[in-house]
Nanobody, 123 residues
Framework: QVQLQQSGPGLVKPSQTLSLTCTIS??????????YFWVRQPPGKGLESIGH???????WYRPFLKSRASISGDTSKNQFTLQLSSVTPQDTAVYFC???????????????WGQGTQATVSS
């Protein structure tokens, strides 16, 4: 059974970099056709996409965050990471990682979510 475990600091100071990690258990980050996502939910708002990385390492970012967001995968640790630089209080949100597993014809087979991490940007 594949599970995702998020980790990272809950409090970050303005202008610093928020770093969050999502560790995969029960499966491999290199599993074919899997994609790994980061999203966030600011207080009182809906989910916002941040970006995703594929099992081959291709990365897509939401345009307005592209200059500050960095998503990477580490096959040796079986985890993927989000770094968001130059944070401001507007980056305060609950951050989630999730993965989507597709069949070879790109039919979505399953979606698994991390537990969420409250990240607060405050001095």
């Amino acid at each position: 059974q594949v599970q995702l475990q998020q980790s990272g600091p809950g409090l970050v100071k303005p202008s610093q970099t928020l770093s969050l990690t999502c560790t995969i258990s029960g499966g491999s980050i290199t599993a074919k056709f899997n994609q790994y996502f980061w999203v966030r939910q600011p207080p009182g708002k809906g989910l916002e996409s941040i970006g995703h990385i594929s099992h081959t390492g291709n990365i897509w970012y939401r345009p307005f965050l592209k200059s500050r967001a960095s998503i990477s995968g580490d096959t040796s640790k079986n985890q993927f990471t989000l770094q968001l630089s130059s944070v401001t209080p507007q980056d305060t949100a609950v951050y989630f990682c999730f993965l989507r597993g597709f069949a070879d014809n790109w039919v979505l087979m399953y979606e698994i979510w991390g537990q969420g991490t409250q990240a607060t940007v405050s001095s």
